[in-house]
């Protein structure tokens, strides 16, 4: 087995996947006009319109209501992608802070309110 996505519903995938265009660096592809995908290396993170879980009825994932998963990249050097991605940042949970286990951490929501951790692990 091998973990395809996380896909992300909302309202507003232009809006979201504009943001994280500027939190990857990549392009989203767009099949269509309810779906974006940005593909990294090692997974995908997927943005969706609600249209794309109307079927699901009351079960429905619901846009902006995530408060137990954190999208998480790793990165080379957490300080630097924070100044580069300061302007779009509007909230920031955490600025740039050496964990107890070693990791380099920055966490900020996305503007849906879903929350990202841009990391680095310790030289070893």
């Known amino acids: 087995m091998e ?3 996380i896909r992300i519903i909302t309202h507003d995938v232009d809006r979201l996947a ?3 265009e500027a939190v990857t660096g990549i392009t989203a ?4 006009p ?3 995908e940005l593909r990294t290396t090692t997974g995908t ?3 969706a319109s609600t249209a794309t879980v109307a079927m699901l009825g009351d079960h429905a994932p619901k846009p902006a209501s995530n408060d137990s998963i954190i999208i ?3 990165v080379d050097d957490v300080d630097a992608e924070f100044e580069r991605l300061r302007d779009v940042l509007d909230d920031v949970t955490l600025p740039p802070t050496t964990m107890p286990w070693g990791n380099r951490s920055t966490l900020f929501r996305d ?3 879903n929350l990202v951790n841009l990391f680095s692990r310790p030289a070893t």
């Not at 592809?29 to 269509?32: I, Q």
């Open 3 to 5: 973990l395809a996505s």
């Open 18 to 20: 504009r943001f994280y």
């Open 29 to 32: 592809t767009r099949p269509a």
């Open 34 to 36: 309810v779906f974006a």
């Open 45 to 47: 993170v997927a943005i």
């Open 72 to 74: 998480e990249f790793l």
């Open 111 to 113: 503007p849906d309110g």
